[in-house]
Antibody, heavy 126, light 107 residues
Framework: EVQLVESGGGLVQPGGSLRLSCVASGFTFSNYNINWVRQAPGKGLEWVSY????????YYADSVKGRFTISRDNAKNSLYLQMNNLRDEDTAVYYCAREGILSDTNSYYYYALDVWGQGTTVTVSS | EIVMTQSPATLSVSPGERATLSCRASQSVSSNLVWYQQKPGQAPRLLIY???TRATGIPARFSGSGSGTEFTLTISSLQSEDFAVYYC?????????FGHGTRLESK
């Protein structure tokens, strides 16, 4: 079964740090780009960060740039998100999501987040 | 950054009826538009990619259309399991922004 499982969430004080992990199974992890997406309580989805399959390319949302670092270990089928200097507004469920390259009936290819983990909850509060 | 605007925020439709959800991009995203469905307490699920192609296992009552800046998700005959929140996401340029979602509720 194709699966992503996040862990590492918890309660942390403002200014603190946390490291999230995401372990993949059921597919060749090293072939796929992976994203972190978060969802604040009662709010919509917010894209957070992206890492290419070989770790050569990373992107961050402006809201986390300079505070969060995405990384991966393909030998361990694992993705990480190091979160430093956490703020109240970082409180959210954090999902890791696989970026699939999917074809249509005309053999055009498109990107989409085709596999999602169940999420891990981060609460930033004093 | 491309801003994605979904309308309406909440849509009330009776089971068996048709639902039409809209997503507008602040600039052209070509056909690089994705739709997701999210039920309470669950992760999002991929519905539509490339603006109009159903993902594996998605029922034919779900259809997507549009290109450029205007997109539509149509559910032809609503089933009880379709009441959820629907998000669009553009995959044309970074950051790959989401819309704020449309909550589809039973009338």
């Amino acid at each position: 079964e194709v699966q992503l499982v996040e862990s590492g969430g918890g309660l942390v004080q403002p200014g603190g740090s946390l490291r999230l992990s995401c372990v993949a199974s059921g597919f060749t992890f090293s072939n796929y780009n992976i994203n972190w997406v978060r969802q604040a309580p009662g709010k919509g989805l917010e894209w957070v960060s992206y890492i290419s399959s070989s770790s050569s390319i990373t992107y961050y949302a402006d809201s986390v740039k300079g505070r969060f670092t995405i990384s991966r270990d393909n030998a361990k089928n694992s993705l990480y998100l190091q979160m430093n200097n956490l703020r109240d507004e970082d409180t959210a469920v954090y999902y890791c999501a696989r970026e699939g390259i999917l074809s249509d009936t005309n053999s055009y290819y498109y990107y989409a987040l085709d596999v999602w983990g169940q999420g891990t909850t981060v609460t930033v509060s004093s | 950054e491309i801003v994605m605007t979904q309308s309406p925020a909440t849509l009330s439709v009776s089971p068996g009826e048709r639902a039409t959800l809209s997503c507008r991009a602040s600039q052209s995203v070509s056909s690089n538009l994705v739709w997701y469905q999210q039920k309470p307490g669950q992760a999002p699920r991929l519905l539509i990619y490339g603006a109009s192609t159903r993902a594996t296992g998605i029922p034919a009552r779900f259809s997507g259309s549009g290109s450029g800046t205007e997109f539509t998700l149509t559910i032809s005959s609503l089933q009880s399991e379709d009441f959820a929140v629907y998000y669009c996401q553009q995959y044309n340029s970074w950051p790959n922004t989401f819309g704020h979602g449309t909550r589809l509720e039973s009338k």
